[in-house]
């Protein structure tokens, strides 16, 4: 079992940063690759980027891709979402996955992901 526990939400104006954390617990963080998801209101879960599990590897959306960077300290078992340039587009509950399983699904699935946080919320107004 992973626990995930995010961090860093709030309000924002459009042009701003802020920096999402997710702390794992109950399993070696370095086994598992890890996903930043978000979810509007009445929209599906969409993937935003994902981590491998020595950090050597990133995937983003393209919608993300060039103003987020996501990155990992397996040391205190954290991943971080750096969100910089925001748009009122990001507004949405944003929730980190931890993938223990290998295989060949793609790190964008969310079915790829095991343990899900409980999201933490960015509201961002232009």
């Known amino acids: 079992q992973v626990q995930l526990v995010e961090s860093g939400g709030g309000l924002v104006q459009a042009g701003d940063s802020l920096r999402l954390s997710c702390v794992a617990s109950g399993r070696t963080f370095s086994s598992v690759a890890m996903g930043w998801f978000r979810q509007a209101l009445g929209k599906e879960r969409e993937f935003v980027a994902a981590?491998?599990?020595?950090?050597?590897?990133?995937y983003y959306a393209d919608s993300v891709k060039g103003r987020f960077t996501i990155s990992r300290d397996n040391a205190k078992n954290t991943v971080y979402l750096q969100m910089n340039s925001l748009k009122p587009e990001d507004t949405a509950d944003y929730y980190c996955?931890?993938?223990?399983?290998?295989?060949?699904?793609?790190?964008?699935?969310?079915?790829?992901?095991?343990?899900w946080g409980q999201g933490t919320q960015v509201t961002v107004s232009s």
């Open positions: 996955a931890a993938r223990s399983r290998y295989g060949t699904v793609r790190m964008s699935a969310r079915d790829a992901y095991d343990y």
């Open positions: 981590v491998s599990r020595s950090g050597s590897y990133t």
